[in-house]
T-cell receptor, first 114, second 117 residues
Framework: KAGVTQTPRYLIKTRGQQVTLSCSPI?????VSWYQQTPGQGLQFLFE???????NKGNFPGRFSGRQFSNSRSEMNVSTLELGDSALYLC?????????????FGPGTRLTVL | AQKVTQAQTEISVVEKEDVTLDCVYETRDTTYYLFWYKQPPSGELVFLIRRNSFDEQNEISGRYSWNFQKSTSSFNFTITASQVVDSAVYFC??????????????FGKGTKLSVIP
């Protein structure tokens, strides 16, 4: 079974631009969660989608948004990029809601904001 | 609020030594789940183990073993006879099943393990 895939793997953007990251979950998984990893803050939860609905959101500004499609694929969007948005963005999928099931992670998208 | 503490920021051991990574957690929930993930230099988080709060049995998987003690709120991870391939950052994580909709993994800051040949 294929694992979680994320595209693109690397991105370089400039301040003020917007970016869209994509995540394809493991086949059959309905929950997709997004996390941001930085050296200073560590791994922080962004949001979770289940059955095309955002079920939970972490403490991030409204510039961070996402959506989930009917095939469970998910996209994450960051608008008006700031230097501090430079990070590794990880997507995870699970069969059921994230709290009751194991989350499997993708390789991440490394975003650099110049 | 949930919290996971990994007090060891970095550990270095010589190959074939045993090493224990500590994890202490805080939660007000009676039902919760604990996890360990490995993050090699490639960046992908690799799932190692999931344990629910009602199962305090220790677990062994090859050279890996986990010690879960609710009395001390700890979920420690031991690697026996370490190998260079074990070099990575290891994260302990916690989530609950409160039904309140949190369902988010709360991670510790991670412990960077370096195994020296």
């Amino acid at each position: 079974k294929a694992g979680v895939t994320q595209t693109p793997r690397y991105l370089i953007k400039t301040r003020g631009q917007q970016v869209t990251l994509s995540c394809s979950p493991i086949s059959g998984h309905r929950s997709v969660s997004w996390y941001q990893q930085t050296p200073g803050q560590g791994l922080q939860f962004l949001f979770e989608y289940f059955s095309e609905t955002q079920r939970n959101k972490g403490n991030f500004p409204g510039r961070f948004s996402g959506r989930q499609f009917s095939n469970s694929r998910s996209e994450m969007n960051v608008s008006t990029l700031e230097l501090g948005d430079s990070a590794l963005y990880l997507c995870a999928s699970s069969l059921a809601r994230g709290g009751t099931d194991t989350q499997y992670f993708g390789p991440g998208t490394r975003l650099t904001v110049l | 609020a949930q919290k996971v503490t990994q007090a060891q920021t970095e550990i270095s051991v010589v190959e074939k030594e045993d090493v224990t990574l500590d994890c202490v957690y805080e939660t007000r929930d009676t039902t919760y789940y604990l996890f360990w993930y490995k993050q090699p230099p490639s960046g992908e988080l690799v799932f190692l183990i999931r344990r629910n709060s009602f199962d305090e049995q220790n677990e062994i998987s090859g050279r890996y073993s986990w010690n879960f003690q609710k009395s001390t709120s700890s979920f420690n991870f031991t690697i026996t006879a370490s190998q260079v391939v074990d070099s990575a950052v290891y994260f302990c994580a916690l989530t609950d099943d409160s039904g309140a909709g949190s369902y988010q993994l709360t991670f510790g800051k991670g412990t960077k393990l370096s195994v020296i040949p």
